[in-house]
């Protein structure tokens, strides 16, 4: 019985993973990165990595975590949570329904359970597609839950951040999300959880300000930029140019600020690594 | 309810004449004694820290530190903190929360510093443990929002069990100019993103981020300091009492029950596995 649902979600999940739309084979997409064209097959098969320059596109929550989890392990979590206009702005509820159209998701944020190697553990997953990933109040409830729900069940929680930062139509709301999300994070540390956070390609602003820096690890994939002001923003207020590979995951990794950086094709592995480390009694 | 509007309070929030923090631990606390360095690589004069007492209690005292004039504003950075700010801001907090001491914050920034050095040394990461650290203490925080709160350079000042902010102060997720500059890619629409980013006082009161208004003078708090000052002292003083009844895990629980309960009003379709 348990078989059937856990087979059907995983229907589920892989038919999420195609809305998105990466796995148009006769397409031929170019690197936002390097301008190189390839087919979308060959695209799909690097994991969205650009063939040519390594370049890691950013991809959808979905497809992030059919390439993560164990088959048949994908439980979505909090599914019907939905953004809400605390402002009242001018055109927002309409740019939200055109995005939950586009994307199928209901705001930037999925959280799942789901296995790595047969462990357990919480996932949230940021998804750039929707208003860059940004934080409103329906990500920061959702990531809050899902600090909660790891502590509740004793699992350890890892999170994928791509966000532009907090969410400007939702205004001071977004900003207390951050305060909210950190919050949850500590109170799930301190009691012994274990929290694996993942940066991916671009992760700035409130995000990087709150949730994302908390991790007892801070993992990051290739190239992603990092950081709390956006580069435009430091050029404009210290009138310089910023030199090359400035708050990309290296640079950050040279400063103290990452653990280790994790190509797409690792996270697997990498993530299996450290819940296995944090078994209650080893394994050995 | 307010006889200016959103942007003229921005302006008011803005005036340089407005009591920073080192004015108010001037006029409301007794032996100030100023704590410098993050014991990790600086010393941020942005942030102003220390103890001192409070109606002869001691407490810790820490807020944003804008200039008076040209030089002490290049000295400050205009009160846009630096990641070693914000660092010194969590020792002084943890040494509070050490030796039991209530924590006041002061709350005046143009939001933390966007510059090379201060990316660098992960001025994000340093607001993240500003914000995980203070959501936990388990002593009596207040900040009072004095002039203009911006983005998460302020809110890392603010996570306290009340928050308090001047009548014509202003709070906001990013400065109107950003906000306009992101959403409608023009800085100069600035007096419009005032109208709608619901940032001043009265708004906040109503939508539970900010537990109280203080009454300012007519023209703004410029024109009369001492009843600036008054009107803080007597609110500080309400504050603590209420809060100085409330054990260390009571505190902690509260703040964190009021900013776990801050947009939380979407559908809650929970659906929890086995």
Redesign the interface.
């Known amino acids: 019985m348990n078989r059937t649902f856990s087979r059907r979600r995983d229907r589920l999940l892989v038919y999420q993973a195609m809305r998105e739309e990466k796995i148009a084979f006769s397409r031929r997409t170019k690197c936002p990165f390097c301008g190189t064209e390839s087919s979308d097959l060959e695209w799909n098969r690097r994991l969205w990595v650009c063939p040519r320059c390594s370049f890691h596109t950013p991809v959808g929550a979905y497809y992030r975590l059919a390439n993560i989890l164990d088959p048949g392990s994908f ?10 206009d ?2 009242s ?2 055109g927002y509820p309409a740019k939200l329904a055109g995005l939950e159209e586009e994307t199928g998701l209901k705001d930037a944020a999925v959280a799942a ?1 789901g296995k790595i190697e047969g462990r357990k553990a919480v996932f949230a997953v940021l998804d750039s597609r929707f208003l860059m990933g940004s934080m ?3 990500v ?2 959702k990531v ?2 899902a600090a909660e ?1 790891a502590a509740r069940k004793k699992l350890p929680l890892i999170i994928f951040s791509a966000s532009g930062g ?1 969410r ?13 999300t ?6 799930f540390q ?1 009691g012994g959880g274990l929290y694996i956070s993942c940066f991916t390609h671009p992760t ?3 995000v ?7 991790g007892d690890f801070l993992l990051s994939e290739p190239g992603a930029l ?4 956006g580069p435009r ?2 050029e404009q ?2 009138k310089e140019q ?1 030199p090359k590979g ?2 990309r995951a290296e ?1 950050l990794l040279s ?3 990452l653990d280790r950086i994790v190509p797409r094709s690792e996270w697997r592995a990498v993530l299996s690594q450290l819940l296995a480390l944090h078994e209650k009694g080893g394994r050995i | 309810m307010s006889r200016y509007t959103p942007e003229e309070k921005v302006k008011l929030a803005r005036n340089p004449g407005r009591p920073g923090a080192a004015d108010f631990i001037t006029a409301l606390f007794t032996d100030f004694f100023e704590q410098r360095g993050d014991r990790l690589s600086g010393e941020d004069p942005s942030i102003l820290g220390g103890i001192a007492r409070f109606h002869g209690r001691p407490v810790t005292v820490v807020g944003h530190r804008k200039g008076k004039d040209l030089e002490e504003n290049l000295r400050c950075n205009f009160g846009m903190p630096s990641p070693e700010g914000y660092r010194k801001a969590q020792r002084l907090m943890r040494q509070a929360e050490k030796f039991g001491r209530p924590i006041i914050t002061f709350v005046d920034t143009p939001g933390a510093y966007p510059g090379k050095e201060a990316e660098e040394r992960g001025q994000g990461e340093a607001i993240a443990q500003c914000l995980a650290l203070m959501s936990a203490l388990e002593v009596p925080v207040i900040a009072v929002i004095t002039g203009e709160g911006n983005s998460g350079g302020a809110l890392a000042l603010a996570v306290a069990n009340r928050v308090l902010m001047l009548e014509h102060a202003a709070y906001s997720v990013l400065s109107p100019e950003g906000f306009a500059s992101i959403l409608w890619k023009d800085a100069a629409r600035a007096g419009e993103a005032c109208g709608v980013m619901k940032l001043t006082a009265q708004d906040l009161r109503r939508g539970g981020i900010v537990q109280g208004v203080l009454r300012e003078p007519e023209e703004g708090a410029h024109t009369d300091w001492e009843a600036v000052f008054r009107t803080v002292d007597a609110a500080l003083v309400k504050e603590l009492a209420a809060l100085e009844k409330l054990k260390g895990p009571a505190l902690a629980k509260q703040r964190y029950e009021m900013f776990r309960a801050m947009g939380q009003n979407m559908s809650l379709a929970r659906r929890e596995e086995t």
Do not use: C, N
């Open positions: 439980q979505e979590l909090e599914e019907g949570l939905s953004p809400a605390p402002l702005f001018p359970l409103g109040t329906a920061g409830e809050t839950r729900y907090a400007m139509q939702e205004g001071i709301f977004s900003l207390m999300q951050m305060a909210k950190a919050a949850a994070i500590q109170r301190r700035t602003g409130g990087t300000a709150s949730f994302a820096s908390l990092i950081g709390f002001a923003v430091i207020t210290i910023l400035f708050q640079y400063h103290g600020f």
